[in-house]
């Protein structure tokens, strides 16, 4: 059975810091492309960033470059994303998710249905 599982969610004050990780099981996670993806209320599911699991391409969107850092523990199946300086407009669901066909990295990043896998997501709140 697929799993994916985030955890490390929480409320923050802008400028502060929050390390997101995931745990995934129940498929082959050697080259993989793993994302992280946000939602805010009313607003579309987005990328945030995304590391392939073979060769640890990483990719970041605009938004979060120079503030995120995309991480992955191999041996344990966990992919971690460190946010720091945060900003009432990272606030949003964070998903981890799967891609099991693209690469990913250095400015390439599937598009967010071609995601196979989906966690439930952790919440993440930043005020001002």
């Known amino acids: 059975q697929v799993q994916l599982a985030e955890s490390g969610g929480g409320s923050v004050q802008a400028g502060g810091s929050l390390r997101l990780s995931c745990e995934a099981s129940?498929?082959?996670?050697?080259?993989?492309?793993m994302g992280w993806f946000r939602q805010a209320p009313g607003k579309e599911r987005e990328g945030v960033a995304g590391?392939?699991?073979?060769?640890?391409?990483?990719y970041y969107a605009d938004s979060v470059k120079g503030r995120f850092t995309i991480s992955q523990d191999k041996a344990k199946f966990m992919v971690y994303l460190q946010m720091n300086n945060l900003k009432p407009e990272d606030t949003g669901m964070y998903f981890c998710?799967?891609?099991?066909?693209?690469?990913?990295?250095?400015?390439?990043?599937?598009?967010?249905?071609?995601?196979?896998?989906w966690g439930h997501g952790t919440q993440v709140t930043v005020s001002s």
């Open positions: 129940g498929f082959d996670y050697s080259s993989r492309c």
């Open positions: 590391i392939y699991t073979g060769d640890e391409s990483t």
């Open positions: 998710a799967a891609n099991l066909v693209h690469w990913c990295g250095f400015g390439v990043f599937p598009k967010t249905g071609d995601f196979d896998y």
